[in-house]
């Protein structure tokens, strides 16, 4: 099974640390999502890739937040200064033209 | 503002009996919607989808209506089964742009045997 792989499932760092997170997308999906969910609430949309071009960012988005999609195949997301509000489930999801969003598992963040 | 509400956290069903999840949205853009089922530390799963062309789409146990005048889908599970509980939620799109996807904050339905 070659769904979408993310890696590190959990994290767990002290504020003020940068954390990357990386995401290995179906490899035909040429449309890679990542999306950011905390308790009680669905995914949020964050920022979106159609091969390497990232082409939408959400405001939720700030700038301690950078993502990568080099070569059109892995993504990362890299957060600096993490903060205590920066807590979440991270969700990678890919699709290939207007197919449905397959999920991976998900990186859960946990800054102190 | 929450362009997608599921306005019921959770739900308790009988097994064997029907289920019904709601979902209400504010956006007169959305035109593809979506219902995804989460379980504990898995991402979330496709489950069906509707285009705002149709009004139902049934897939074995599941089926979702879209009431597009009163910006409302709901999905049934009939019969409802143990392995069905878990966190559903609904999606919703503009087909249009990016195609990003705007959850609902979910409704967690639990089967009771």
């Known amino acids: 099974d070659t769904g979408v792989s993310q890696d590190p499932r959990h994290k767990i760092t002290k504020r003020g640390q940068n954390v990357t997170f990386r995401c290995d997308p179906i490899s035909e999906h040429n449309r890679l999502y990542w999306y950011r969910q905390t308790l009680g609430q669905g995914p949020e949309f964050l920022t979106y890739?159609?091969?390497?071009?990232?082409?939408?960012k959400s405001r939720l988005l700030s700038d301690r937040f950078s993502a990568e999609r080099p070569k059109g195949s892995f993504s990362t997301l890299e957060i600096q200064r993490t903060e205590q509000g920066d807590s979440a489930m991270y969700l990678c999801?890919?699709?290939?033209?207007?197919?449905?969003?397959?999920f991976g598992s998900g990186t859960q963040l946990s800054v102190l | 503002d929450q362009q997608v509400k599921q306005n019921s956290p959770s739900l308790s069903v009988q097994e064997g009996r029907i289920s019904i999840l709601n979902c209400d949205y504010t956006?007169?853009?959305?035109?593809?919607f979506l219902w995804y089922k989460k379980y504990p530390a898995e991402g979330p799963t496709f489950l069906i989808s509707i285009s705002s062309i149709k009004d139902k789409n049934e897939d074995g146990r599941f089926t979702v209506f879209l009431n597009k005048s009163a910006k409302h889908l709901s999905l049934h599970i009939v019969p409802s089964q143990p392995g069905d509980s878990a966190v559903y939620f609904c999606a919703a799109s503009e087909i249009q742009g990016a195609q990003k996807l705007v959850f609902g904050q979910g409704t967690r339905l639990t089967i009771n045997p």
């Open positions: 890739f159609q091969n390497e071009a990232q082409l939408e």
């Open positions: 956006n007169s853009m959305f035109d593809y």
């Open positions: 999801a890919s699709r290939l033209q207007v197919e449905k969003l397959f």
